[in-house]
């Protein structure tokens, strides 16, 4: 039986392997399920691994060769896999019976086959190690983002932070950094670049292009720079022909991609998104994730750009101006005289904080080591900048740019104009449009005030302009002023083409100058100046002379200046009469007379037929204007305003009502009158019959852009026709309580721009319609100082005899001699004290501080004058002041001219909230100063005796005020206020007031009296 082991284990044998067969015939087609699965796992990891390597091509080429033969080897493979899947599935369709193989050896070697398969796919997915390769492609373009080498920089960290803050915003695609030239934009798009090489980021690329002006040679060189940051090979761009498929390739790329596209100085309009999508960059969206950086000089260029976020980049503060110049001098040459720190902080004042210049001055300085070599720097920089070492030859043409980027030469010739104000002026943007009509410089065919205010949006959007639209001021940076005066002066060829001074003086040598000249302006004068002649100025098109304490100017002094198209005389109080021969001057279209003392207008102002602006604000000795045959020869008129001090008594005037409508037959455009009568508001337009309660009645002046309404008390209406004004651009209504309806509806409401006015006031209007009410809203601006929080509604009064007589209103008096004001406002006369609730004034400089209801101060009666006196404690150290009562006067007012000296003395400086609160018409400055009274871009208002009816233009300013307190019963302790807003006055406006007086204590209801 030893034969029977052997023989079973044969068969055992031929058992297992045809079992084993069998199973693969029968397992065949879950075999094949399997292979295809496997299979397209296969491509899905071989797709992904041809996506990095054509990322990476060129920049790891020992990574790509390996992927490369891998992906060989899977080509190959899914070239087998895809007959054999096909060959058995042929063979599990064609069983006999629906079980049996037709041929079952076949059906076997296939399965075999199949499952070898299975390994070999299985195994190609373990041979590519993806993860390693996944690391070295992230490390490489974690890279990728060249670094810069950078200079000294100061103060751009916050903003650093405010970019990345965005680029991290996944809602944020686009962002733009504009500024002015030499602002640092540049500056500040390196680090964020420098962020990206040394801070891990998620962006497969960080691509950096310097734009150039040439359009057609910078398409072209843009998708090279960014084709060589993507490496794409050169056979590969070189079989692209034309822009379109270059920009198809660039796409191809990029598709997918996370990337950072830093685009520097970005000047043209046609550098939109769209451009630069055809050139085959992916809009970034939400789903790619990408960005676009961009600087530029325009915030006009952010629009065309798509930004959603635009960060104006600003010049930088006094101490980090001073820093970064002093970094670049040296403390070597700081400390070489002592002298020379002080003379440093001058000359980096002088750059006004632009890098640029700062830069550029401070490497000229860095081995200057004398006081006089520094001293004779500002010198230059103060008078010709452009002959600074650097600045005529770098910054100015840096700057230039911006100006040159100008589409229209309106434009260009409305931004030189400009240069005729003096440094660091507050430019009213009523009187620049004014000016620039009267030059001739805008288009004739255009409404003139429209275009004006295109252009200054124009310049705020080239950043050679700014400025505040709720203030109506403008200003330029003051080396964009120094370059705008170098270009008028065809780049300082010809230096005497433009002459603009401060504190000038009439002398031959300044009168030669004028020769030459086509634009110049005088600002201000240390001493009374006397014109002993007339000038030769046979190119001079506009004269400014203010505030230059002239007399009068000598017979012919106009004979020789006979191109003269702007004459602005304003602020010389001393000008009494105003020559004659003025009616030769025929080119004449823009006049301003305003806050001068003439008498009368003479006579050949008729001869100026071409003139189209004419000012005579505050002019309050004008008595006696030409007759209705001379004005109406002002056939161009467009400009005509005539605000009035409170003192102007027009009972004695010779100004008939038809004279002034003589105006209206030609093109007035824009009318300013405001008249007072015996301190009880009137205004008369001449346009209008002199009423109290309303402007106008009936009649329609189609051709009206602008009306502004001041201190009108009695006004209730404008017009009860809503048709009165179809043209009306701008209302502006300051003080006029009783105003409750304005005269528009719905087509003139749409018309109308802007709407300026106090809160108050605006909240209290009647509306007919729902529909203007929403349309007036959107465009209301408010002129309002902030309001004082916490504001009482108690009506409180105090007396030493509890007799109550009346109660108008809110407010509640006495008949006793005591002089009374309530919170809610209103006067009665006491003869205890007087009691003045300034809780309002207090909450709004000190919140927080539980202050006392009411402050009392003194009243006494002078016997001599019969005049009411009170006194207060002022200044610091603080000086007892004695202040005659103006129960109806706007603001208190001080003499300043006559030994005025405190430590707390602060000039109210324009744009101001307490400029705002003190409703001050003018900005101006002084040049006998700094002192009280007499300084630099301060608020003006008119400071009134109403004893002998007089008036005066004076500084707004603040100082320490000390008063007494009262809990309502017992006097308490002495309270100051450290900001209370006054008006200096000059010494003769003192005359008839009670001896020992110092000035008025004005108690009307306005934000500033004394019962504010």
């Known amino acids: 039986m030893d034969f029977v082991g052997p023989i079973l284990v044969m068969v055992t044998r031929l058992w297992d392997c045809g079992a084993r067969r069998v199973a693969h015939v029968r397992n065949l087609g879950k075999s094949l399920e399997e292979l295809e699965i496997a299979m397209n796992e296969l491509r899905d990891l071989r797709d992904d691994a041809k996506e990095r390597v054509e990322t990476a091509a060129g920049r790891h080429r020992e990574l790509v060769s390996k992927v490369e033969g891998w992906l060989e080897k899977v080509e190959r493979t899914e070239n087998q896999v895809v007959v054999l899947i096909h060959q058995g ?127 057609a040679a910078d398409d072209k060189e843009f998708q090279e720079i960014v084709r060589r940051k993507l490496e794409i090979p050169d056979d590969t761009w070189n079989e692209c022909s034309n822009e379109d498929d270059r920009a198809c390739e660039l796409f191809r790329v990029l598709r997918g991609r ?89 000359v980096a004042a002088r750059c006004r904080g632009l890098p640029l210049a700062l830069l550029t001055v401070g490497r000229a300085m860095a081995s200057r080591k004398t ?53 660091n002026h507050m430019i009213s943007v009523d009187e620049l449009i004014d000016l620039w009509i009267g030059e001739g410089l805008l288009d004739d065919r255009a409404n003139p005030r429209d275009q004006g205010e295109f252009i200054i949006g124009t310049l705020k959007l080239s950043c050679l302009l700014d400025g505040d639209e709720s203030t109506g001021f403008v200003w330029m940076h003051e ?102 021969e003025i009616g030769r001057l025929t080119t004449l279209q823009y006049l301003n007379l305003s806050l001068t003392s003439i008498t009368k207008l003479p006579p050949g102002l008729a001869n100026l037929r071409n003139l189209k602006c004419l000012l005579l604000d505050y002019t309050m000795y004008l008595k006696e204007i030409p007759p209705r045959e001379v004005m109406s020869c002002l056939t161009s008129l467009q400009v ?77 209406a404008i017009c009860r026709l809503p048709v009165c004004f179809s043209s009306l651009l701008e209302i502006e209504v300051s003080q006029c309580p009783r105003l409750r309806q304005l005269p528009f509806h719905g087509e003139t409401a749409d018309f109308l721009k802007r709407i300026r006015g106090e809160t108050e006031w605006w909240e209290a209007l009647v509306w007919d ?59 009665c006369i006491s003869n205890d004290s007087l009691v003045l609730l300034v809780h309002d004034l207090l909450l709004m400089f000190f919140p927080g501080i539980d202050w006392p209801k009411a402050l009392v101060i003194p009243l006494s009666k002078d016997a001599s004058t019969l005049q009411y006196i009170t006194q207060i404690k002022q200044r610091t150290p603080v000086v007892p002041v004695k202040l005659t009562l103006d129960v109806g006067g706007d603001s208190s007012w001080v003499d300043c001219e006559n030994g005025y000296v405190s430590s707390s003395y602060k000039p109210v400086s324009c744009n101001s909230v307490a400029c705002n609160l003190a409703y001050s018409p003018s900005c ?47 006097p308490g302790e002495v309270v100051s206020v450290s900001k209370f807003i006054f008006t200096c006055a000059s010494s003769f406006l003192m005359e008839g007031l009670a001896s020992g007086v110092k000035g008025v204590a004005g108690l009307g209801r306005t934000k500033i009296s004394m019962s504010s």
Not at 274 to 281: C, D, E, K, P, R
Not at 670 to 687: C, G, L, M, P, T
Not at 931 to 955: D, Y
Request: hydrophobic share 35%; net charge neutral; charged share 25%.
């Open 89 to 215: 599935k042929l063979q599990v369709e064609s069983k006999c019976l629906g079980c049996c193989p037709r041929n079952m050896w076949r059906t076997y070697m296939i399965a075999k086959k199949v499952v070898k398969k299975i390994q070999t796919v299985k195994g190609l997915m373990e041979d590519l190690n993806f993860e390693y390769i996944r690391e070295r492609l992230h490390r490489h373009r974690q890279s990728t983002a060249s670094e810069w080498a950078m200079e000294n920089t100061v103060g751009l960290e916050s903003m650093v932070g405010a970019v990345r803050r965005h680029i991290e915003d996944r809602s944020v695609g686009i962002i733009g950094l504009y500024g002015m030239g030499g602002v640092g934009k540049t500056t500040l798009l390196k680090k964020i670049n420098n962020e990206f090489s040394t801070h891990s980021h998620g962006f497969d690329f960080v691509i950096w292009v310097t734009l150039t002006q040439s359009k």
């Open 258 to 346: 996370r990337f950072v596209l830093l685009l520097d100085d970005v000047q043209n309009r046609s550098k939109s998104n769209v451009h630069f999508t055809s050139l085959g960059i992916p809009f970034p969206d939400n789903q790619n994730q990408s960005k676009i950086i961009f600087t530029t000089r325009s915030e006009e260029l952010c629009g065309y750009m798509g930004a959603q976020v635009r960060i104006k980049v600003e010049c930088l503060p006094p101490e980090q101006a001073l820093s970064l110049f002093s970094k670049i001098v040296g403390e070597n040459i700081l400390n070489s005289n002592p002298e020379t720190p002080r003379l440093a902080e001058i």
């Open 371 to 423: 006081p006089q070599e520094w001293r004779y720097a500002i010198q230059v920089l103060q008078s010709y900048p452009s002959e600074f070492s650097g600045m005529g030859d770098h910054v100015f043409p840096l700057l230039k740019f911006s100006y040159d980027s100008l589409d229209s030469p309106i434009t260009r010739k409305c931004f030189l104009y400009c240069s005729v104000f003096p440094e």
């Open 479 to 580: 080396l964009i002023r120094d370059m705008a005066l170098w270009l008028a002066r065809d780049e300082e060829q010809n230096k005497n083409k433009v002459l603009v001074t401060r504190s000038g003086r009439f002398t031959d040598q300044e009168f030669a100058k004028w020769r030459d000249s086509s634009w110049v302006s005088l600002w201000g004068s240390t001493d009374r100046e006397i014109i002993c002649y007339p000038p030769r100025c046979p190119n001079l098109s506009t004269l400014l002379i203010r505030d230059a304490l002239i007399n009068a100017f000598p017979s012919g002094f106009f004979d020789y200046i006979g191109t003269l198209n702007v004459l602005d005389l304003s602020g010389n109080q001393g000008l009494v009469e105003f020559p004659p």
């Open 640 to 716: 005509y305003s005539k605000i009035n001090g409170v003192m102007e008594y027009f009972d004695e005037a010779k100004a008939s009502a038809d004279d002034e409508l003589a105006f209206l037959e030609g093109d007035l455009r824009y009318f300013v009158a405001v008249r007072y009568k015996n301190s009880e508001y009137q205004f008369r337009i001449a346009f209008a019959a002199s009423v109290s309660e309303e402007i106008v009645e009936d009649e329609v002046f189609p051709k009206l852009k602008t009306i502004s309404l001041t201190r009108l008390r009695s006004l209730e």
């Open 769 to 827: 319609s729902d529909i203007v009410k929403d349309t007036c809203n959107l465009k209301f601006i408010s002129t309002s100082g902030p309001s004082a929080s916490g504001k009482t509604k108690e009506q409180m009064a105090f007396t030493s005899k509890e007799k109550t007589a009346r109660v108008e209103g809110t407010v509640i008096c006495v008949s006793e001699l005591n002089l009374i004001w309530t919170v809610d406002g209103g006067w």
């Open 924 to 970: 101006g400055s002084c040049f006998g100063g700094p002192k009280p009274g007499c300084n630099n871009n301060n608020c003006n208002l008119f400071p009134t005796n109403n004893i002998k009816h007089g008036a005066t233009i004076g500084e707004v300013a603040q100082d320490a005020v000390s008063v007494q307190s009262t809990n309502g019963k017992n």
